[in-house]
C-alpha cells in the first residue's frame, strides 16, 4: 500500500519556532551579560592602572627630592627647594615674602582658565634623559587639582622666567580632595613646608605624606620615606 510523503503542520512549526526564539534569547542574555561584564571588568582595570600610576609618580617624585632652591620668575630672590603653604597666603623667603603657592607661570594661568594653584612645589633629582638632551636631571615639580584631576606639572629648567611654560600630565581623574603633610626633624608632621622658624632653604622633610580622597575609591593615604 502507497502512502503519500506528510510535511509538517502549521502546528508544529509554530512550536519549532518558539522553541528556537527561546534558545536565541536565552543564547543572547548569556552573551550580552559576558559582554557586560567584560567592560566592567576592563572599566575597574584601567581604573586600578589609573591609580596605581598615580601613586607610582607621586613616590618616585617625592623620593627623589633635590635640596636645591631655584630662583623666583623675576629673579630678584631664591626659593626654597620645597614649597606647600596649604592654607596660608604667603611664605619668608630671603628676608621677603613670595607667594605661598607658585603658579607654574602667569603663561600658563593666562592660557587656561580653569588652571589652579599649585599645592606643592619642589626640586626633583633623577630626571632620566634617555634621548641624551642638554639638560640637568633636577627638574621642577609642582602638583595641583583642576577640575577634579590631579596635575602633573614641570617645567624644562630650574630657574624659569614668566616665559617657561610647564609641561603636563594629567596622572588621576575623580578628585575629592588632596592633601600634603612634612615630617620634620622634630619627627611632628606639617601641613606646610618650610615649617615656620626655618631659615634655610635647602631644608627637606624626612617623610611625605600624600592623601588622596576619590570619589570612587575613598580615600588613599601614602606615606613616601625621603633619602638623606
Not at 582658565?113 to 633629582?125: H, I, K, P
Not at 627638574?139 to 614668566?162: C, I, K, M, Q
Request: proline share 5%.
Amino acid at each position: 500500500m502507497n502512502t503519500r510523503s506528510r510535511g509538517f503542520t502549521l502546528i508544529e512549526l509554530l512550536v519549532a519556532l518558539f522553541i528556537t526564539a527561546i534558545v536565541f534569547a536565552l543564547g543572547y542574555g548569556v552573551i550580552n551579560q559576558a559582554l557586560n561584564g567584560r567592560e566592567s571588568i576592563q572599566s575597574h582595570q584601567d581604573r586600578l592602572t589609573e591609580v596605581q600610576t598615580a601613586v607610582r609618580v607621586l613616590t618616585q617624585d617625592f623620593s627623589q627630592l633635590a635640596a636645591r632652591p631655584v630662583r623666583d620668575s623675576l629673579g630678584t630672590s631664591y626659593l626654597p627647594a620645597i614649597i606647600s603653604v596649604q592654607g596660608q597666603s604667603s611664605v619668608v623667603v630671603d628676608g621677603s615674602s613670595a607667594p605661598a603657592v607658585i603658579s607654574a607661570s602667569a603663561a600658563d594661568s593666562a592660557a587656561d582658565d580653569t588652571a589652579g594653584s599649585d599645592m606643592v612645589l619642589f626640586t626633583r633629582a633623577g630626571w632620566a634623559n634617555p634621548a641624551g638632551v642638554q639638560r640637568p636631571e633636577l627638574e621642577r615639580v609642582s602638583y595641583r587639582v583642576v577640575n577634579g584631576t590631579l596635575r602633573r606639572l614641570h617645567t624644562p629648567v630650574l630657574d624659569g622666567t614668566e616665559a617657561t611654560l610647564p609641561m603636563r600630565r594629567d596622572l588621576l581623574t575623580h578628585i575629592k580632595a588632596v592633601s600634603f603633610r612634612f615630617l620634620d626633624a622634630n619627627h611632628q608632621w606639617n601641613t606646610q613646608w618650610p615649617p615656620l622658624g626655618t631659615t634655610s632653604l635647602r631644608t627637606r622633610p624626612l617623610a611625605v605624606e600624600v592623601t588622596l580622597d576619590l570619589t570612587d575609591w575613598g580615600r588613599i593615604i601614602r606615606v613616601i620615606e625621603v633619602p638623606a
